[in-house]
């Protein structure tokens, strides 16, 4: 975001950074470390989710902490944005939709069964979440409703990629499938 770079640290601090020099600008506490998931920026906020599922988002500018939510589950997976909201899809396969810019929680969704370990793809509306199970479900952006699930064999954690209007799912040999009514 303009002149700063962000990260976030297994010592549970996101930092931000002056871009040109790359001295320190502001460092905030998240409360547990954050080895996998954050940040994001969403707005005028950098966005990080620690282990133990906090999601935290501190100000661009100056660092200081905006608001914070917790998933209830630890977190394995960067979070989405869209359409100015923070999606948070925790291990259990359960995906939060809160506002980017306040935390308020807008839906949850039921999600997947099985532990999530791939980041979740959102086109066209749709949140697409896999879980290790080889499970794929996709999930109204809009309130959370389940649309359709998959289950493609083996596991998903090699991820979710989104190409030319399609969603594939990459199971664990590598091989995609083609999400159908993506």
């Known amino acids: 975001a303009g002149n700063s770079v962000f990260f976030a640290s297994q010592d549970g601090f996101l930092y931000g950074l002056y871009a040109s020099t790359g001295e320190l600008s502001w460092k905030t506490d998240t409360g547990a470390p954050i080895t996998r998931a954050g940040p994001i920026l969403a707005g005028n906020f950098a966005i990080a989710v620690n282990d133990r599922g906090v999601a935290t988002a501190a100000a661009t500018a100056t660092g200081k902490k905006a608001w914070t939510y917790d998933a209830g589950r630890p977190v394995f997976v960067r979070p989405v944005v ?41 086109w066209n509306g749709k949140l697409y ?27 998903v954690s090699a991820g979710l990629a989104v190409a030319e209007g399609k969603v594939y799912a990459i199971d664990d040999a590598g091989a995609p499938h083609e999400l159908v009514d993506a």
């Open 129 to 155: 979440i896999a879980a290790s199970d080889g499970t794929v479900a996709m999930i109204s952006g809009a309130d959370g409703r389940t649309l359709k699930q998959w289950d493609v064999g083996p596991g």
């Open 82 to 122: 869209a359409n100015g909201n923070l999606i948070i899809v925790s291990s259990d396969g359960v995906a939060h939709c809160l506002r980017a810019g306040d935390g308020f929680a807008l839906w949850k969704s039921a999600g997947v069964r099985g532990t999530v370990a791939s980041a979740p793809a959102y």
